[in-house]
């Protein structure tokens, strides 16, 4: 796990923090399903992928910089290297999406299972709905 | 630090300065929504972080097209590690419309978390 983190370098540590941020909005909508919770944890969700593209990306710039320092025979090597330590940035954003998206399924799951008799009561008045 | 924001900017090339305005406006929305939460600027906003994000994957495309018609006309030992040069400096467009699209969402996330918050917010 460390090795991931040292890998995917400094990018992770505000990935992981607006992951964690993501988990908690994900763990309030779970408990608390209300339509107001849903606007942030859509805004968390783009600040941890961008955050996660935006770390795999500095990642890449500085690979290819490195790369040319490098004798021309380890040069393909060492980019390969370089792309696939860097994604560990997009990996750790994408596991924390899928956790927290997890998690508030949970809460859409509730929303929709309390609202159900709700819905069939106005199924007779179309105009409710509108 | 200044003469670091100046070589970032200089590498880039001429697509980051369309990609810094739209960010800077893309930031104020962000304040503006803060400041006040109203729907209508969270559809602004919405179209605005597309700009920015096609105007730093514009700029990105750009470089990396001159990039490889510059690379081309290259001696082949030299052609794999300019090529590379040439796309770690186009990535700069795609930097700085990121980091400006995170620093503007977590901004409005702390508008929409007021606004959530607010007593008269939608508890449905």
Redesign the interface.
Known sequence: MSDFYLMGGWGMYPTTL?GALLVAAGIAYALLP????V??LV??G??VF??G??GT??G??NT??H??QLP?AQ??AI?LLGVSESLNNLVLAFIFIVLATLIASVGALRLGLRSKPGHSEHRGEPSALV | MGSTMRTFFAEGGLGMYPTFAFGLLLVAVAIAYAWRPARRLLALYSVLGVVELACGVLGLTLGIVTTFLYAAKLPPESQYSVSLLGVAESLHNLVLSLAMLVLATIVLAGGILRAALRPGADRS
């Open positions: 607006f209300e339509r107001r919770f606007p942030l805004s968390m783009v600040v961008g955050s593209v935006l990306v500095t890449f710039i290819f910089r790369v040319q021309e040069q393909r980019t």
